[in-house]
């Protein structure tokens, strides 16, 4: 096992006791990370706000020093990911790539501007709309995409010119704590720190006095308790919560084109992806060759540990997250469901999964209604769009969701119709560091990415000169 300390004010800081990070793929602990205790905690956000004027006073800086921390995860990107495979499960090409990833949001971020507003300029008076720093953010982060969704974060946050503390989850800590080794040189103590720990890190963090911004990603139920951490001292939040994106497929889809895109758009990272496709719907007379096309898919895979050549999916990140998967396709199976492909956990160790296609699915069942976040995919069938679109809308998640066909404007006529932050035609986690993310109803509040994100993590100051 490796030492693995926390960055805070700069340096590497160990921690009184430690917790176990399991390897998914195995089922047994594989590392040790450190578990914060409350006064580090307040040491690391002592530290961001000590550094926080002099950070906030040098935008040139901030955006060299964002550059070459950009730099770093290219050259070191291996080696973080393979930290990234072990604790998150993924094939290791795909964990070097969200290291890639979460270097190309920093460079973007460095290289966005954030320009004053001119708003009046006549005899009267000159108006500037500016956009200022908040100070100092805590920065929650998931076990599905640890590194990228922290640079979501980071990147814009400290372009802006606040400071930062960031948690990761419990399940992956150790690719957030060696993204805070590696950043030690090039930003200045303070101004990026890393703690690890458990749930109670992360209600300490939402209820502490020093932050002035949450930003989480993460469960609906996990966000609503964030939020009522953070009112009774109104910091501000953004919360990038869950989804349960649809996509529909319109009657003139080819299935088999369609079924093969549709597939990797459902079981990216093993299905362990807030805006994957969750539930397909299907016209009535196509819907028998698109579950036989997205079955052999499924059928046609290799799961295995994700440091093994050619392993397309890895494990499910962790047993309560696995256990839940299992549950939810039982429980389709109980009420009727037939599994075209999967349907069960792979036999031996780990917390492996069969990549499963459902049908005879109930529009109630519990897979259908809630997030599986995970290998299992329901394929539903509709008799018109109006109906289709009806049961894409009826749930209380709000994130994404696709409308596939050969005519692109009649399936954008139909994208429209959705409910949800981002509607997707002929496509589908369609992602980029100038595109917002956000969600509608329970998906979250905020959005992410673009300008847009960058400024959740500012405040609006005009400056009104009087020429009087």
């Known amino acids: 096992m490796s030492e693995h300390t926390m960055t805070i004010g700069g340096r590497a800081v160990a921690a009184p006791a430690t917790f176990g990070v399991v390897n998914p793929a195995t089922g047994e602990v594989a590392d040790r990370a450190p578990d914060a205790s409350r006064e580090q905690l307040d040491a690391a956000m002592a530290a961001a706000r000590d550094a926080y004027p002099a950070w906030r006073s040098d935008e040139q800086a901030r955006r060299k020093a964002l550059l070459a921390a950009a730099d770093v995860l290219f050259a070191r990107s291996e080696e973080i ?30 290289e966005l501007e954030l320009a004053p507003e001119v708003i009046q300029d006549d005899a009267a008076a000159r108006v500037e709309v500016h956009r200022r720093p908040l100070g100092v953010v805590a920065a929650i982060t998931p076990w599905n995409y640890p590194l990228l969704l922290a640079a979501w974060k980071i990147a814009p946050a400290l372009v802006a010119g606040n400071t930062l503390v960031l948690k990761p989850s419990p399940y992956t800590p150790l690719s957030s704590l060696k993204l805070g080794e590696v950043l030690r040189d090039v930003l200045p103590p303070g101004v990026l720190n890393v703690v690890s720990g458990g749930d109670d890190l992360g209600a300490w963090m939402t209820s502490h006095p020093v932050p002035r911004k949450v930003s989480f990603t993460g469960s609906v139920a996990t966000g609503k308790r964030v939020a009522a951490s953070a009112a009774p001292d109104l910091k501000r939040v953004t919360l990038e919560l869950g989804g349960n994106d649809a996509a529909i497929l319109l009657d003139d889809v080819d299935p088999a084109a369609v079924a093969d895109r549709v597939f990797g758009a459902a079981f990216m990272n093993n299905g362990q992806v807030c805006s994957a496709i969750k539930r397909v719907y299907v016209p009535e007379a196509l819907h028998g060759d698109v579950v036989e096309a997205l079955a ?20 499910v990140n962790n047993r309560p997250q696995f256990e839940r998967v299992g549950e939810l396709v039982a429980d389709a199976l109980a009420g009727g469901a037939r599994a075209a492909a999967g349907g069960g956990p792979v036999d031996g160790p780990g917390y492996f999964f069969e990549p499963t296609i459902l049908t005879d699915v109930s529009p109630d069942a519990r897979i259908v209604v809630e997030e599986q976040f995970g290998p299992a995919l329901p394929v539903l069938p509709y008799r018109d769009v109006d109906e289709a679109v009806a049961q894409a809308n009826g749930t209380e998640f709000g994130l994404s969701g696709s409308v596939w066909s050969a005519d692109a404007d009649r399936a954008g006529e139909v994208a429209a119709r959705l409910e949800c932050g981002t509607a997707w035609v002929n496509t589908h986690l369609a992602l980029a560091p100038h595109q917002p993310f956000g969600g509608f ?16 993590f500012t405040e609006l100051q005009v400056l009104h000169r009087s020429k009087g």
């Open 441 to 456: 109803k329970w998906s979250g509040v905020g959005v992410e990415n673009g300008p847009w994100g960058l400024y959740g």
């Open 296 to 315: 052999a898919k499924a059928r046609g895979v290799k799961v295995g540990d994700g440091f093994t050549e050619g392993v397309q999916y890895g494990p």
């Open 81 to 110: 990911g393979r930290i990234l495979t072990l604790e998150q499960g993924k094939p290791l090409a795909e964990a070097t790539m969200e290291v890639v990833g979460a270097g190309v949001w920093l460079k973007y971020y460095a």
